[in-house]
């Protein structure tokens, strides 16, 4: 079965803080992905980052950057030197590959980051 | 690139009337169209899978009398609610993934802006 996990309901945090976002996910299929999603108070869900599970290189992103480690089944977003437009819910999902097509998306329940001034 | 629209953005509608949404993808083709359910400060749960020419797959417990989607072309799915009750109230998002070309799939699903249905 899979499953996506995001234990942290709620961060606040000041702004020019870092934060880091967890993410835990199952899966038996040894082909998937995995996607962070930022939905700021207007609902739009914007995409961030995709990575495929035979890439377990760290990637940076401006102020983003993400940790992915198949040892621990994690996926977690760090967000350096935090602004007040980062205030938003963070999803974190898993697909995993469905013949040619991607598959649906697993989703976690998010994360809301509040980033205060 | 990879732009999906979604109309109308807000609808206010009385209790025993159809809504239906439509769901764009504006610079890519997209053989599969995701409808997806969320409601105040939860995550998004996936109603029902659409793919062009066919018929819909519905996740279980949605009711595909009530929740019609047709999606006609490579650029368009729309998701029908039919006899709206005040439960149905939600946001309503649809996704889009860009179909084959030599194999491959962009692996990535673009949402549109979403939909907030409100019944009275």
């Known amino acids: 079965a899979q499953k996506v996990t995001q234990a942290q309901t709620e961060i606040s945090v000041v702004e020019k803080e870092d934060v880091t976002l967890d993410c835990v996910y199952e899966t038996r299929d040894t082909t998937y992905y995995l996607f962070w999603y930022k939905q700021p108070p207007s609902g739009e869900l914007v995409f961030l980052i995709r990575r495929n599970s035979f890439d377990e290189q760290n990637e940076i992103s401006g102020r983003y950057s993400w940790n992915f480690q198949k040892s621990t089944s994690s996926f977690n977003f760090t967000i350096t030197a935090s602004q007040v437009v980062d205030s938003a819910v963070y999803f974190c999902?898993?697909?995993?590959?469905?013949?040619?097509?991607?598959?649906?998306?697993?989703f976690g329940r998010g994360t809301q980051l509040t980033v205060w001034p | 690139g990879a732009v999906v629209s979604q109309h109308p953005s807000r609808v206010i509608c009385k209790s025993g009337t159809s809504v239906k949404i439509e769901c764009r993808s504006l610079d890519f083709q997209a053989t599969t169209m995701f409808w997806y359910r969320q409601f105040p400060k939860q995550s998004l749960m996936l109603m029902a899978t659409?793919?062009?020419?066919?018929?819909?797959?519905?996740e279980q417990g949605v009711e595909k009398d009530k929740f019609l989607i047709n999606h006609a072309s490579l650029t368009l799915s729309t998701l029908t609610v039919t006899s709206a009750h005040p439960e149905d109230s939600s946001f309503y998002i649809c996704?889009?993934?860009?179909?084959?070309?030599?194999?491959?799939?962009?692996?990535?699903?673009?949402f549109g802006p979403g939909t907030r249905l409100t019944v009275l």
């Open positions: 659409s793919n062009e020419g066919s018929k819909a797959t519905y």
């Open positions: 999902a898993l697909s995993e590959e469905r013949g040619s097509t991607l598959g649906r998306l697993y």
């Open positions: 996704s889009a993934e860009s179909g084959l070309a030599g194999g491959e799939s962009t692996d990535t699903q673009y």
